[in-house]
């Protein structure tokens, strides 16, 4: 493995960390809070950093992403167009086939309880897909 920096020689969850405290305001808070959403929905999920600065969660396959912009903190999750959506969290790339977003904005309430759900209904139909 090449290094080419600082940020090569940290685990991808202190890079996270990171990327929550240096943005520092609501959308920080909003990033970590929905981490631990994640982490509780599934304890076995794995973070890792892609795209030279997006964290992303996976078990079994990709299950979301997490990117911040100005606005929102938008979490994309990767098959989002099969998993059921009962209490219509997916607010967002909703055109296409596959991905499904929810664009979180300051001052938003989440619904913990249905986004666990769509997490935990992302990871077994990564889980369904890989016993294949």
Not at 110 to 116: C, G, L, M, Q, T
């Amino acid at each position: 493995m090449t290094t080419t920096g600082p940020q090569d020689s940290k685990s991808a969850s202190e890079l996270i960390d990171g990327r929550i405290r240096e943005l520092g305001d609501w959308r920080g808070e909003m990033l970590g809070r929905l981490r631990a959403l994640i982490h509780q929905a599934d304890p076995d999920v794995v973070e890792t950093w892609k795209w030279r600065g997006v964290p992303v969660w996976e078990d079994a396959g990709m299950i979301c992403t997490g990117e911040t912009y100005k606005a929102v903190v938008k979490l994309t999750f990767a098959k989002g167009a099969a998993l059921p959506d009962p209490t219509r969290l997916f607010n967002s790339s909703l055109e296409g086939n596959t991905r499904r977003a929810i664009d979180f904005q300051k001052g938003e309430e989440v619904d913990e309880e249905a986004f666990k759900a769509l997490v935990r209904a992302a990871v077994a139909l990564n889980k369904s897909k890989a016993r294949r």
